[in-house]
């Protein structure tokens, strides 16, 4: 299709190629009981340690695949494993997963560390230990000397860092961000963005990142699955093959734009069949 | 540098200012009535003035100071059934909403029912007069908390719940956790209405059911004021159930700034 996208499965980068699948989708869609499509049979496979964006215009359904990979909405068809099991098994295995919504979602009740060391508690985990992986989870994104202070205390760009301190504490083999800096001013976004790609490696995380954004995208991701409203389906599947950490001046170079370019005019063209249809 | 400068921060401060503007007014009302009925001339057993009302005070506390401790007893004790039997409801109705929908009609029923027409009844059935006016007064204060706390209790950030599942969190949990939290400024701005409430519920059961003897309360006195046309005590025993009132509220404000104001926007 484009010079850009050369990267086909024999040529995968060896790291990565013996990894087992994290998320499995096979024929995964959702119709709606009063009919509306929300999203069309999606064939996909998420490997280990991947870092995958969902990108396109809003009502493509990317949300909602975001959430039924939490298991947060049910599929009305097909199949969706993770690690080779039903989502509803999960909790009897090892594996664990968070999920970073588009606000901070923090009880504003609760300091930042009692809002953090919440997900502990509920997973039966107190005291020293408890303690120490808040502690840091705090430090992973910064907020050390915040610990005490309540959410109203904090920028939005700080209450969304305590949001992703509560779900990388439980330590997740998969971490499901839906537009997480989409509220947020660039400054703040690209700031973000660059630590969420060191807390990505460091961690061996694997993360499936929903956004609007094709720059975010581009940044960001090792793959990036393009997807198309009315009715909700996946259009394309591009691998952004990039070395990673990748810098602010990643931005800056015309690989950068190239990518964007190549996104950009896959939802341009479906918005248009979308028009003309 | 003047005397405008040094007055400035003390009304400027929004705390001062919620105490010192409505005493100024208070103020200037208590002055005009002393005025009109002085200068018109207006008999005391028509318009007593303020002087005349805060004279009969002093003079018949060995009167009103007990029933306002009667009427204070029977507003208290509604107030705290109607908190206990509210609350409990509304986590009723919360766990299932098939009960909720059964159920929501009739605590409207309640209501919207004038606690008048039914105190007889309850007169009637209860033989114990304080019980049958706590009784009443409960009726009259509880629908607001049922309803507001049952809000509250239902308004959790339909994300924060989420998040909750995602963590599987258990009903209990996700009830104690996050709901009750959720429910609490709901629950203090129900508090506020309430106890006004009850203490209407209070004096309006004891009109209704009028009894003498030794529990007596501010109702009571107004009644017998108004058969011996003793107008002063009647407007000495409506100025304590109005400063009861805004004690009452004054109280509930606090307590709901003491409890959740470090965190609820309206309470700062």
């Known amino acids: ?277 | 540098m003047n005397a405008k400068t040094e007055k400035q921060p003390l009304l400027a401060n929004p705390r001062y200012k919620k105490i010192i503007i409505p005493s100024l007014i208070a103020m200037l009302i208590i002055f005009t009535w002393q005025f009109i009925v002085v200068t018109a001339d207006i008999p005391e057993y028509i318009f007593p003035s303020p002087f005349v009302t805060a004279k009969t005070l002093y003079a018949d506390w060995g009167l009103l100071g007990p029933a306002l401790l009667y009427t204070l007893k029977v507003t208290l004790l509604s107030f705290l059934l109607a908190i206990v039997v509210g609350v409990s409801v509304a986590f009723v109705f919360v766990q299932n909403r098939a009960i909720e929908t059964a159920l929501f009609p009739y605590a409207v029923l309640l209501q919207v029912t004038p606690i008048v027409a039914i105190a007889p009844l309850i007169i009637i059935w209860i033989q114990n007069t304080t019980l049958a006016l706590v009784v009443c007064s409960t009726l009259v204060a509880i629908f607001p908390i049922i309803s507001n706390t049952t809000l509250g209790l239902r308004s959790v950030s339909p994300n924060l719940l989420a998040y909750f599942k995602l963590r599987r969190a258990s009903r209990l949990q996700i009830l104690f956790r996050l709901r009750v939290p959720s429910a609490m400024p709901y629950f203090f701005a129900a508090l506020q209405i309430a106890s006004g409430l009850s203490l209407v519920g209070a004096v309006v059961a004891e009109f209704v059911a009028g009894t003498g003897g030794a529990n007596t309360g501010l109702a009571y006195q107004i009644l017998q004021s108004g058969y011996q046309l003793n107008i002063p005590r009647m407007f000495a025993a409506l100025t304590l159930i109005s400063l009861t009132g805004v004690v009452l509220f004054a109280a509930m404000s606090m307590i709901s700034k003491l409890v959740i104001g470090h965190w609820h926007e309206s309470e700062v």
């Open chain 1, 1 to 277: 299709m484009s010079q850009i996208n050369i990267k086909s499965d024999d040529s995968e980068p060896i790291s990565s190629s013996n990894l087992p699948a994290a998320v499995e989708l096979l024929s995964t869609e959702k119709t709606y009981p009063n009919g509306t499509q929300a999203l069309l049979p999606v064939d996909l496979k998420i490997k280990q340690g991947e870092f995958v964006t969902l990108l396109g215009p809003s009502g493509c359904g990317k949300s909602t695949l975001l959430k039924m990979v939490a298991g947060l909405e049910s599929p009305s068809d097909g199949r969706l494993l993770l690690w080779r099991k039903p989502i509803d098994k999960l909790h009897e295995s090892d594996r664990t997963l968070s999920f970073v919504f588009q606000e901070a979602s923090l009880m504003v009740w609760h300091s930042v560390r009692k809002n953090i060391s919440l997900a502990l508690e509920l997973e039966g985990v107190k005291g020293q230990e408890a303690e120490q992986r808040v502690d840091q989870a705090l430090k992973l994104v910064g907020l050390e000397k915040f610990a005490d202070s309540l959410p109203k205390e904090l920028s939005g760009g700080m209450q969304m860092r305590v949001s992703i301190a509560r779900g990388l504490v439980i330590k997740p083999d998969l971490l499901l961000m839906d537009e997480p800096f989409g509220a947020l001013d660039e400054i703040t976004r690209f700031k973000l963005d660059s630590d969420l790609l060191r807390l990505w490696q460091e961690n061996g995380l694997t993360v499936i990142f929903v956004t609007h954004s094709i720059h975010e995208a581009v940044f960001l991701s090792q793959r990036v699955i393009v997807m198309a409203a009315r009715p909700g389906r996946v259009i394309a599947n591009i691998e952004i093959d990039e070395p990673f950490p990748r810098t602010q001046q990643f931005r800056l170079q015309p690989k950068f734009s190239q990518y964007a370019m190549e996104l950009h005019q896959y939802l341009e063209n479906a918005s248009i069949e979308e028009a003309t249809s």
